[in-house]
């Protein structure tokens, strides 16, 4: 029931929001979210006391072709549960004080995506995880067609078309999967039981993995991520960035691992190989990006990169430091987005070249931009700490030359980090920006839920550690052929 | 029976006071740095000050009382919870206090609370006094994180956060474009180390299993087989120490990191901070021991930083730059020392090289502070009557430095020059080139700037005074203790037992235990050794007395230099270097990939593939015209198909 009442309440959420009218739609959005939170707080006490059989649901829905209705909340897909409903209220603070045309459209489009993605992270039959996989599509795909920026509808086409040939390959994959399945059925403990050859694995491999690697994205896959991120309107960045990419990474551990394991046997090396490559590249890049919403998409890029390798080096040190990494990146890259959109608000401007000085005249913004950055980079006491280190040496017992160059990001990380901080933050006031109120109190209440979070998983990040443990060695477990 | 229970009631009285006391010594700075953070603007300056100060005192006095009870074998462990376990990996966030971080917290609290103090004074004008404090605490705590940490990863806690408060406070004044870039440059600097470093650590916990010094201890013998592991192991830590403690390669942000308040160069980058790549050598030293070309790399990577340093250091004007040099130089001296196996030797080094260096720096702060700001010594001059108290305390600690008899650096130089006497004679002469060199580039500075006329302007030197007592006091302390500093390792020869070889013996036996040093020198050569090395001290200090007071050379302008002055004043051009061949590439392929590659060439390889999506491209436009209708149209097509395909099986 619980577990109905966490996935279905967004959508109510998002429909009341539409009938509510323009006026009171932010604000109403904001208290379905703080709802949806104070639910999944209770959801995570349920958990701790009676474990995931409480949240089993089962249903059949389709006879043919067998389809049901099948959620589970396991500790994976709690902790993902928990990223999106801790960031939907953040999300939704951070267009307080915006002016917004069309709010409630607005808004229930975000509620709309929050009850997607929890589809996405709860759905245990497999056409069912692609229909929520598709549906989120939609709701981003219309703030940021509807409510982006000026180049917004070729960029958009580009986006939509690119993750939809991607998903086109997977429903495929999920076909043929339910061909090779003798008991005829979508439903995940039946995919993870089958046997397909290995022939079949090997392209089913494909099929996957580019779904996958384009929603992540992995380079060279990632045309798209920059000019989106760039284009949306704030809310609609930190949806794609913040959570969206998840899913990606999500299904790698939940979908290809465990029942392709030959074919990421097989194909592993390579897609590791890919995703190293990815963030050196990605951060050598973002040294030299001027836009900031470019630096971060770049930046974001690499740090996904680091994710997807974590996972490709089948370790429960990897899995772990995905998982980790996954909340740490989405409540960073939110943080980063939002900051910068605060900059934009203020200066209309976010091209580093144009800014500076900023820290002077508003010192309380400086500090809790700088806490994210510090996060970005990875330094001990901040949650990407623990993530990165966690999937470093997953990555080192894989291949310890991999490490080293995935080490990289350790340096250039702290290159284009701190490069755009100084730039955009630091030096003389009043030289190129000449005045910059410091933050509102709906700002500072966002950005002050981030900093909590950042700093205080840095210090004790076990409950994630926790939750996650057992379902990702369960599913290191399948992958050893 | 009562008897037995009572006294298992005080040993576990005992423990639970130690366990308090040694929470307290990093929770008291951090309690400072959150007092101050969040209430400052609500305090008065006076207060935030005292604040600051009085909470490392208060670290300080703790330590006292531990030091008070401790022996050398005693360790005290305090675990607070399980910080990172998964799999077979549990790092727990865990503090150990041991012979060791003993004296290493005696140093960090001591001088970090005078430096408090001085700081109150320096720092009084400044509109960012409570910003400082902040950050001072701050750094202080993750200081004791580093010295305290039961494990590596807990070291490495500290080992970054003291680089973040370095970077926060090289940039203290950062409407300053130019200190910003110095910021910056030693923050990445020491990321290149702390990568190797974060390696090391994942050798280490792969065939360990763990990071836990004691159990790395106990354990490191029996890998003794495998030489290319040890060797990869240490080197990479090594490279994290180089970056930490400015050596060759990665030396040159210490020099620009004088763009922070001097208080902060005085704490940061001459006593402690700079100080924990030996540290974290002496920490692991069973390691170090077992792995001798590494050993051999540390000793002439450190034999090369000291002299090069030295060299630089001649014709630098800048009075912090010389400083600056000086350190490089002495830390290249210590690395020497543990390159040697002489691991408490260098830490002897360590402590009196932070009493004087510390009192060098708070030295020149009380002078740029008399002069309003003016650093370059070709403007000072005569200042001996002007500012007494700084300058006797700045003389004595030159002495010191200079290795002049009996005083503290004396003792600390002797046994390091003693060990490379006695297994490594160009070594020895190497080292003894560079401590001529600093006796006379200490006493170029001491006579460029307290002696003679003054050669700044008739109105600066109308407002030159003597520093209020907040700091001076830290002044006169830290000159007694440079006196005095060489009493905690006399030597044999001196009828006494060197008390901090045997207080650390328990912490470097693992490293003695496989290196076997052999006899030690005889006492005659002893002495003959340290007749040498302090005739040689006095001569170069009269030397420079000869050039800079007799014959009153002033260092020539800028653009009068030429020639190999020219070059050493220029540092050997090696920050150019860098910057031609490493920055300066590094940016032209980022600015290439981005422009050029990822634009052009990745896009266009999308773009073919999107010839083929296009086709399905131009189809699927019928059902994207942007309605949701047509999506759950899509969507049941989709199911059609799922059905049509399940009728063909």
Not at chain 1, 191 to 218: C, E, H, M
Not at chain 1, 248 to 272: F, N, Q
Not at chain 2, 10 to 25: K, N, P, V
Not at chain 2, 93 to 105: K, N, P, R
Request: proline share 4%; charged share 10%.
């Amino acid at each position: 029931m619980l577990t109905l009442l966490l996935l279905f309440f967004p959508l109510a959420a998002a429909l009341l929001v539409l009938l509510g009218g323009a006026r009171n739609a932010s604000r109403l959005a904001l208290g379905f979210a703080v709802a949806e939170l104070a639910l999944t707080a209770y959801a995570v006490t349920v958990f701790q006391a009676s474990g995931p059989e409480a949240f089993y649901i089962f249903q059949p829905w389709i006879e043919s072709p067998k389809v049901s209705f099948h959620l589970g909340l396991d500790g994976l897909s709690l902790v993902m549960v928990m990223l999106t409903n801790f960031l939907m209220p953040v999300i939704i603070l951070s267009a307080f004080h915006r002016n917004i045309h069309h709010a409630s459209g607005y808004f229930s489009l975000i509620l709309l995506m929050q009850f997607a993605l929890i589809g996405v992270f709860i759905a245990m039959d497999g056409l069912l995880y692609y229909i929520f996989w598709e549906l989120a599509l939609i709701p981003v795909y219309f703030i940021a067609l509807r409510w982006g920026g000026a180049n917004r509808v070729a960029v958009t086409l580009k986006f939509f078309i690119y993750t939809l040939a991607g998903s086109l390959l997977m429903l495929f994959g999920f076909i043929m999967l339910y061909w090779y399945n003798p008991a005829q059925s979508f439903d995940i403990r039946e995919l993870y039981r089958i046997y397909i050859t290995d022939g079949n694995q090997s392209w089913l491999f494909w099929t996957f993995f580019l779904a996958f690697a384009v929603k992540i994205p992995i380079v060279p896959f990632h045309t798209w991520q920059a000019d989106t991120y760039r284009e949306a309107p704030t809310q609609g960045t930190m949806l794609l960035s913040g959570i969206m990419l998840k899913m990606g990474t999500y299904s790698l551990i939940r979908w290809l691992l465990p029942i392709l394991p030959v074919g990421v046997a097989k194909w592993g090396p390579l897609a590791i190989t890919l995703c190293v490559i990815g963030i050196v590249y990605a951060s050598i890049i973002a040294m030299r990006q001027r836009n900031l919403k470019n630096l971060l998409a770049y930046s974001s890029l690499a740090h996904v990169g680091l994710i997807s390798a974590g996972i490709f080096a089948l370790n429960i040190q990897g899995l772990q430091g995905s998982v980790v990494q996954m909340v740490a990146h989405g409540v960073n890259v939110v943080g980063l987005f939002f900051c910068a959109d605060i900059i934009f608000n203020r200066t209309v401007t976010i091209n580093s070249d144009n800014l500076g000085g900023i820290r002077t005249l508003a010192p309380q913004f400086a500090t809790a931009f700088l806490i994210i950055v510090l996060g970005s980079v990875a330094l001990p006491l901040t949650n990407g700490f623990i993530g990165e280190f966690l999937l470093l040496y997953g990555v080192y017992e894989y291949n310890t030359w991999l490490s080293v160059f995935a080490g990289l990001t350790v340096i250039l990380g702290a290159v284009y980090m701190l490069r755009m901080y100084k730039k955009v933050m630091l030096g003389h006031p009043g030289a190129r920006v000449p005045e910059f109120s410091d933050l509102y109190w709906n700002e500072k209440l966002a950005l002050g839920m981030l900093v909590v979070v950042i700093i205080g998983m840095g210090i004790y990040p076990k409950p994630i550690l926790d939750l996650a443990e057992p379902v990702l060695q369960s599913i290191l477990n399948k992958t050893i052929i | 029976m009562t008897d037995k229970h009572k006294t298992v009631e005080e040993s576990l009285d005992q423990i639970r006071t130690t366990t308090f006391l040694g929470l307290l010594i990093p929770l008291l700075p951090l309690l400072g740095f959150l007092v101050n953070g969040f209430l400052g603007k609500y305090l008065p300056k006076s207060v935030i000050g005292w604040i600051g100060s009085l909470s490392v005192l208060g670290s300080f006095i703790c330590t006292l009382i531990l030091f008070r009870q401790a022996g050398p074998t005693d360790a005290i462990q305090i675990d607070l919870f399980s910080w990172i376990a998964l799999g077979s990996i549990d790092i727990s966030f865990g503090l150990t206090i041991d012979a060791l971080t003993l004296i290493m917290l005696m140093v960090v609290t001591g001088i970090g609370f005078l430096i408090h103090l001085y700081s109150i004074g320096y720092m009084h004008a400044d509109e960012g006094f409570t910003r400082f404090f902040v950050y001072l605490n701050l750094f202080i705590f993750f200081m004791l994180l580093l010295v305290m940490g039961s494990n590596l990863l807990m070291m490495f806690i500290g080992w970054e956060g003291v680089g973040l408060c370095s970077y926060l406070l090289i940039g203290f004044w950062f409407k300053n474009p130019s200190y910003n870039d110095a910021a910056q440059k030693a923050f990445v600097m020491n990321r290149i180390g702390d990568l190797g470093f974060l390696l090391g650590m994942f050798f280490i916990l792969f065939h360990f299993g763990t990071l836990d010094f004691s159990t790395i201890e106990q354990m490191a013998p029996s890998l003794v087989a495998d030489n290319g592991l040890l060797i990869a192991i240490t080197m990479l830590l090594f490279i994290g120490a180089t970056g930490k403690s400015a050596q060759i390669p990665l030396y040159t942000w210490l020099p620009d990191a004088m763009a922070g308040p001097t208080p902060v160069s005085a704490l940061i980058h001459a006593a402690t901070m700079v100080t924990a790549g030996i540290y974290m050598i002496v920490r692991t030293n069973v390691l170090f021991a077992m792995a001798p070309f590494t050993l051999a790399v540390i000793l002439w990577i450190g034999v090369a930083t000291s002299v090069v340093a030295a060299i630089i250091g001649l014709k630098q004007n800048d009075i912090k730059k010389v400083l600056a040099y000086s350190t490089v130089s002495q830390l290249g001296l210590m690395f020497a020392a543990l390159g040697l196996g002489a691991f408490s030797s260098g830490i002897f080094h360590l402590v009196t090289h932070a009493f004087f260096k510390a009192l060098l720096f708070l030295g020149a702060g009380s002078v740029i502070h008399a002069l309003h700001g003016q650093q370059d010594i070709r403007w000072m001059g005569g200042l001996k009557k002007l500012i007494p108290i700084t300058y006797i305390t700045f003389i004595i600690a030159s002495l010191a430095i200079s290795g002049f008899p009996l005083l503290s650096g004396f003792f600390s130089k002797d046994e390091i020059l003693a060990h490379a006497f006695q297994q490594n004679l160009p070594v020895w002469i190497i080292l003894s080139l560079s401590s001529l060199l600093t006796a006379f580039y200490m006493f170029r500075l001491v006579y460029l700037t307290f002696f003679n006329d003054f050669r700044g302007t008739e109105e600066t030197r109308s407002h030159i005074h003597e520093s209020p007592w907040t700091m001076t006091v830290p002044l006169i302390i830290l000159c007694v203790l440079s006196v005095l500093g060489g009493l905690m390792g006399l030597p044999v020869v001196f009828h006494a037992n060197h008390w901090l070889n045997t207080w650390l013996a328990d912490v470097t036996a693992p490293a003695a235990a496989i290196l076997h040093q052999g006899h030690h020198i005889s006492h005659t050569m002893e002495v003959i050794l340290m007749s040498v090395a302090g005739i040689g001290a006095i001569l170069s200090i009269l030397y420079a007395r000869h050039v800079y007071l007799t014959r009153r050379s002033v260092p020539e302008s800028d653009e009068a230099m030429s020639g190999w002055g020219k070059v050493i004043y220029q540092k050997f051009y090696v920050d150019e270097l860098y910057d031609r061949w490493i920055v300066a590439p590094a940016f032209k392929l980022a600015e290439w990939l981005g422009n050029v590659f990822d634009k052009h060439v990745v896009d266009r390889v999308v773009t073919l593939t999107a010839g083929f999506l296009d086709a399905s491209g131009r189809t699927l436009r019928v059902f994207q015209s942007g309605n949701t209708g047509s999506y759950v149209f899509a969507m049941v097509l989709g199911i059609v198909v799922l059905f049509i395909i399940r009728l063909l099986i």
